[in-house]
């Protein structure tokens, strides 16, 4: 699996590294900004809390250095946004790439058994591990799991930046909250993680097969009436459906 998506792996990863790389120039080009105006100092003070003077910065006027840094913050705002957008356009793409492969892999592996070993399957379960299942695997799970890494390498890059001004405070710190975040992880988010995903299964299994049955005994069900009841049993696999999400 990880040498079919090799390439794509890699390029996600870039992506996220270059949107860290970005978030955390435009944080700092605020920061002078921010601090002038919380300790309510002159303009003056800008340019020795911006620490340009690799530009020669503090020879110019204070007013053209204060327009500089609000350009170039808005510059970087405008290609952050500009990269935001096609980077979420090729995430969206790669990971319907491999939802898509995943099903027709699946498929394949169906088409590969005996009709005696196919007969056994359920139908529900072939669409829901074909379809649900590998678009979950790929936008949640894969999803996720790049959401996370990509805000982990923020987090650690400021969490170097922050060692390096003040290492004592910030190890306790960090310590603290790790701690903090392996019992809420073990004690409560991973039940709930678990039991979720079990009842997500059950209940996409459940609508599939109402479905199924809908489809193909729409005939005998106009004749008798009985849309009704099939519609019932429908909305109550959806209700179980948005409880479950509501908790």
Same mark, same amino acid.
Request: with cysteine; aromatic share 16%.
């Given at each position: 699996?990880?040498?079919?998506?090799?390439?794509?792996?890699?390029?996600?990863?870039?992506?996220?590294?270059?949107?860290?790389?970005?978030?955390?120039?435009?944080?700092?080009?605020?920061?002078?900004?921010?601090?002038?105006?919380?300790?309510?100092?002159?303009?003056?003070?800008?340019?020795?809390?911006?620490?340009?003077?690799?530009?020669?910065?503090?020879?110019?006027?204070?007013?053209?250095? &204060?327009?500089? !840094?609000?350009? #170039?913050? =808005?510059?970087? /705002?405008? +290609?952050?946004? @500009?990269?935001?957008?096609?980077? $979420? *356009?090729?995430?969206?793409?790669?990971?319907?790439?491999?939802?898509?492969?995943?099903?027709?892999?699946?498929?394949?592996?169906?088409?590969?058994?005996?009709?005696?070993?196919?007969?056994?399957?359920?139908?529900?379960?072939?669409?829901?591990?074909?379809?649900?299942?590998?678009?979950?695997?790929?936008?949640?799970?894969?999803?996720?799991?790049?959401?996370?890494?990509?805000?982990?390498?923020?987090?650690?890059?400021?969490?170097?930046?922050?060692?390096?001004?003040?290492?004592?405070?910030?190890?306790? &710190?960090?310590? !603290?909250?790790? #701690?903090? =975040?392996?019992? /809420?992880? +073990?004690?409560? @988010?991973?039940?709930?993680?678990? $039991? *979720?995903?079990?009842?997500?299964?059950?209940?996409?299994?459940?609508?599939?097969?109402?479905?199924?049955?809908?489809?193909?005994?729409?005939?005998?069900?106009?004749?008798?009436?009985?849309?009704?009841?099939?519609?019932?049993?429908?909305?109550?696999?959806?209700?179980?459906?948005?409880?479950?999400?509501?908790?």
């Amino acid at each position: 699996f990880l040498k079919k998506y090799k390439k794509n792996f890699i390029l996600l990863i870039v992506i996220a590294i270059i949107s860290n790389f970005l978030e955390l120039i435009s944080i700092f080009m605020l920061l002078p900004i921010f601090k002038s105006l919380s300790s309510s100092i002159n303009l003056s003070s800008l340019v020795d809390l911006a620490d340009l003077n690799f530009l020669n910065i503090s020879s110019f006027n204070i007013q053209i250095t &204060l327009k500089m !840094i609000l350009i #170039i913050c =808005f510059c970087i /705002y405008l +290609f952050k946004y @500009i990269f935001l957008l096609f980077s $979420n *356009y090729f995430i969206s793409r790669s990971l319907f790439s491999i939802s898509t492969s995943n099903a027709q892999d699946l498929i394949n592996i169906y088409f590969k058994k005996r009709y005696s070993e196919y007969s056994k399957v359920d139908r529900s379960q072939i669409i829901q591990n074909t379809i649900n299942e590998s678009a979950n695997f790929a936008f949640h799970l894969l999803g996720s799991l790049l959401t996370i890494f990509s805000e982990a390498l923020f987090i650690i890059i400021l969490l170097l930046i922050f060692i390096i001004i003040k290492p004592t405070e910030t190890i306790f &710190l960090v310590s !603290i909250v790790t #701690i903090l =975040f392996l019992l /809420y992880y +073990f004690l409560i @988010i991973k039940t709930f993680i678990k $039991n *979720y995903g079990v009842i997500r299964f059950k209940n996409d299994m459940a609508r599939i097969k109402v479905l199924n049955n809908i489809i193909e005994n729409y005939q005998q069900i106009k004749i008798y009436n009985q849309s009704v009841r099939f519609l019932e049993k429908f909305k109550s696999c959806n209700k179980i459906f948005n409880l479950m999400q509501a908790r």
